[in-house]
C-alpha cells in the first residue's frame, strides 16, 4: 500500500481469506484487491479490480490456525478454521486501519474494509475516512 497505492477510484478494499499451497503445503492465508465500492450491488468487487499482483500476507498466525485445525489428530478442522481465521483477520485489520487509517486512505475519501473468505462468509470492518475508522456492525455473505 506504501509503494504502489490504489487509485481514489478505488473505495473498497478485500482483504480475502484462502487456502494457498506454499512449498507443497496448504496453508491458510490472506490477500488484498480492492475496486469501487457500491454498497447496492453484491458485485462490486468484482469489477475494475486493483492489487492482483499484490503479495500475499505469508501470516504465520494464519499458517498456525491452519495446522492446529487440520494437522492434529484433535484438530476440529473447518470448524476451528473459520471461526480462528476470521475473528483474527478481522481484529488484525481492524487494528492496522486504526493505526495506519492514513495509508489505506490514500487519496480516497473513504475506503470501505472487508474481510473474509474469498468463496464465503465475510465482514465488513468498517470505512477508513480521514477522520479515522468508522466501524461497521454488519455481518454479510457473498453470493
Same mark, same amino acid.
Given at each position: 500500500?506504501?509503494?504502489?497505492?490504489?487509485?481514489?477510484?478505488?473505495?473498497?478494499?478485500?482483504?480475502?481469506?484462502?487456502?494457498?499451497?506454499?512449498?507443497?503445503?496448504?496453508?491458510?492465508?490472506?490477500?488484498?484487491?480492492?475496486?469501487?465500492?457500491?454498497?447496492?450491488?453484491?458485485?462490486?468487487?468484482?469489477? $475494475? !479490480?486493483?492489487?492482483?499482483?499484490?503479495? /500475499? &500476507? =505469508?501470516?504465520?498466525?494464519?499458517?498456525?490456525?491452519? +495446522?492446529?485445525?487440520?494437522?492434529?489428530?484433535?484438530?476440529?478442522?473447518n470448524d476451528a478454521e473459520y471461526a480462528l481465521a476470521l475473528a483474527y483477520a478481522a481484529l488484525a485489520v481492524r487494528h492496522l486501519a486504526r493505526?495506519?487509517?492514513?495509508?489505506?486512505?490514500?487519496?480516497?475519501? $473513504? !475506503?470501505?474494509?472487508?474481510?473474509?473468505? /474469498? &468463496? =464465503?462468509?465475510?465482514?465488513?470492518?468498517?470505512?477508513? +475516512?480521514?477522520?479515522?475508522?468508522?466501524?461497521?456492525?454488519?455481518?454479510?455473505?457473498?453470493?
Amino acid at each position: 500500500m506504501r509503494t504502489t497505492p490504489p487509485p481514489a477510484p478505488i473505495t473498497g478494499l478485500w482483504l480475502g481469506l484462502f487456502n494457498p499451497t506454499v512449498r507443497g503445503r496448504a496453508t491458510a492465508d490472506m490477500h488484498l484487491i480492492g475496486a469501487p465500492y457500491d454498497a447496492t450491488n453484491p458485485d462490486w468487487l468484482f469489477r $475494475q !479490480r486493483w492489487g492482483q499482483d499484490t503479495p /500475499d &500476507s =505469508g501470516s504465520a498466525i494464519l499458517d498456525s490456525i491452519y +495446522r492446529l485445525a487440520y494437522e492434529h489428530e484433535d484438530g476440529l478442522g473447518n470448524d476451528a478454521e473459520y471461526a480462528l481465521a476470521l475473528a483474527y483477520a478481522a481484529l488484525a485489520v481492524r487494528h492496522l486501519a486504526r493505526h495506519i487509517g492514513p495509508t489505506l486512505l490514500g487519496d480516497a475519501a $473513504q !475506503r470501505v474494509l472487508h474481510v473474509g473468505f /474469498d &468463496s =464465503g462468509d465475510f465482514l465488513c470492518i468498517g470505512a477508513v +475516512r480521514k477522520d479515522g475508522l468508522v466501524f461497521s456492525r454488519h455481518r454479510e455473505r457473498m453470493a
